[in-house]
T-cell receptor, first 112, second 114 residues
Framework: SQQGEEDPQALSIQEGENATMNCSYK?????LQWYRQNSGRGLVHLIL?????REKHSGRLRVTLDTSKKSSSLLITASRAADTASYFC????????????FGGGTRVLVKP | SQTIHQWPATLVQPVGSPLSLECTVE??????LYWYRQAAGRGLQLLFY??????ISSEVPQNLSASRPQDRQFILSSKKLLLSDSGFYLC?????????????FGPGTRLTVL
């Protein structure tokens, strides 16, 4: 079973709007990572947040982590058409043998 | 800088034929290496990972095998492909422990088994 589950599965927004997607997981984690995948391409690492961190920023990206709720959110501010992609969370959990477990992803469409 | 290569980019193979996908990493030594499979519109399933030459860990029972004949070379193989082996295969590497470091992905190989 998947450790991380993204919500929503798909998201359609206008350019300039913010996009928020969530990731829930089941077991305690060491860190959580977000990746982006353009259609038919490999994944690109966006940001890593450790279990003792609550929020991290990288450019227009903001990631939060709530270990009490076992959830994380990725916010993309002022979205651009180039942000159109699938976004995946991946968790590193000791219970999973210290391997990354990827969720099913959120497909984001940013309309110009 | 480090780069990761995968080939071929696309492959169409008949059921029962053999498979060999290759992944190589440049610009780093002793990387951790991973093979993932991604079904259409889905997340990634870890198939194999390797922390060193000849050291392969298999994550799920399947029709596939992996080998690491050289430090920066990771090969995914099958003796006889099944229809269910179709998918997008991604190779990745990381410089540290199997999970706590960022993973860097190759461009992927799209395999269609007919």
């Amino acid at each position: 079973s998947q450790q991380g589950e993204e919500d929503p599965q798909a998201l359609s927004i206008q350019e300039g709007e913010n996009a928020t997607m969530n990731c829930s997981y089941k077991t305690s984690i060491n860190n959580l990572q977000w990746y982006r995948q353009n259609s038919g391409r490999g994944l690109v690492h966006l940001i890593l947040i450790r279990s003792n961190e609550r929020e991290k920023h990288s450019g227009r990206l903001r990631v939060t982590l709530d270990t009490s709720k076992k959830s994380s959110s990725l916010l993309i501010t002022a979205s651009r058409a180039a942000d159109t992609a699938s976004y995946f969370c991946a968790t590193d959990a000791t219970a999973a043998g210290n391997k990354l477990t990827f969720g099913g992803g959120t497909r984001v469409l940013v309309k110009p | 800088s480090q780069t990761i290569h995968q080939w071929p980019a696309t492959l169409v193979q008949p059921v029962g034929s053999p498979l060999s996908l290759e992944c190589t990493v440049e610009g780093t030594s002793n990387p951790n290496l991973y093979w993932y499979r991604q079904a259409a519109g889905r997340g990634l399933q870890l198939l194999f990972y390797s922390v060193g030459i000849g050291q392969i860990s298999s994550e799920v029972p399947q029709n596939l095998s992996a080998s690491r004949p050289q430090d920066r070379q990771f090969i995914l193989s099958s003796k006889k492909l099944l229809l269910s082996d179709s998918g997008f295969y991604l190779c990745a590497w990381s410089p540290g422990s199997p999970s706590t470091d960022t993973q860097y992905f190759g461009p992927g190989t799209r395999l269609t088994v007919l």
